[in-house]
């Protein structure tokens, strides 16, 4: 009985939260990461799916539009010219993680360059996995200091999905402590752990974005880190579920039907 009541309140709550319109853009980074070939389609096609994303960010006032590196300079110049308060975000490392860490380093100093607010870097999972925890601690601190000092947020993609719950936790520990000891603890509110990349497919077919067990492991173990949640999240009922375990930001490319209720049908 407790549990059905349990159950009900969080479904009342639930209700109560998907008829809230006002600030959910606030959560959102609107997402496009695709190339032309991974989508099918030409680059001019690519290019206006790049400034639909961008338009939609701001009039829907998302938080921040989330984009490969090559268009951060286009979406910096455009967003500025319209007066509008979108952050920038990119990826860097995409979308394995496993590149050395002088691109990685380079992708980023030029993404700032370019006029990016955010990084959002794919950790070497890999070499976690292997046990290599020198290269961990060498690219977090050494690529977390990049973007604190020159006053942009800093996320670590540890692609969630390619891990086990135990791992997920080390990980996000592991990460924890090498920001605290590079940065502080006040800065180190500046950084997030993220949890996919979106484009990780496991093999036994489980979801390759986040979820809310991930999140809440994540959250668990990252403060004062924040969680973003990033890949699969399709529904008004999806970003609800994934603040409720912890995150405060999501990255999604459903934007658009998230504000109006809606539930998208993209399989990205």
Request: glycine share 8%.
């Amino acid at each position: 009985m407790k549990t059905m009541i349990t159950e009900d309140i969080k479904r009342i709550n639930q209700l109560i939260k998907l008829t809230e319109t006002d600030n959910v853009g606030e959560f959102i980074d609107s997402t496009y990461l695709k190339t032309s070939e991974q989508a099918g389609i030409d680059e001019e096609q690519t290019d206006v799916i790049i400034f639909d994303t961008i338009k939609n960010a701001i009039e829907h006032n998302f938080k921040l539009v989330m984009l490969r590196p090559e268009y951060v300079k286009t979406a910096r110049e455009f967003i500025d010219s319209k007066g509008a308060d979108v952050l920038v975000g990119t990826v860097i490392g995409f979308p394995n993680g496993d590149n050395s860490l002088g691109e990685k380093f380079d992708e980023a100093i030029k993404a700032i360059q370019d006029g990016v607010d955010e990084l959002d870097y794919v950790v070497n999972y890999k070499a976690f996995q292997k046990g290599d925890l020198d290269t961990i601690w060498k690219e977090v601190s050494e690529g977390t200091l990049i973007g604190i000092d020159e006053g942009k947020v800093v996320k670590w993609i540890i692609e969630s999905a390619a891990l086990t719950n135990e791992s997920v936790a080390k990980l996000t520990s592991l990460i924890r402590d090498i920001v605290i000891e590079t940065v502080g603890p006040e800065q180190a509110k500046n950084v997030f752990v993220k949890t996919s990349t979106g484009f990780y497919s496991p093999e036994d077919g489980s979801p390759g974005g986040a979820t809310t067990d991930a999140v809440s492991i994540m959250s668990a173990n990252a403060g004062p880190l924040k969680v973003k949640a990033s890949g699969g999240i399709y529904s008004r009922e999806d970003l609800n579920n994934m603040l409720d375990a912890g995150a405060s930001r999501v990255g999604t490319s459903s934007g658009v039907e998230i504000i109006r209720g809606e539930i998208s049908n993209t399989d990205y």
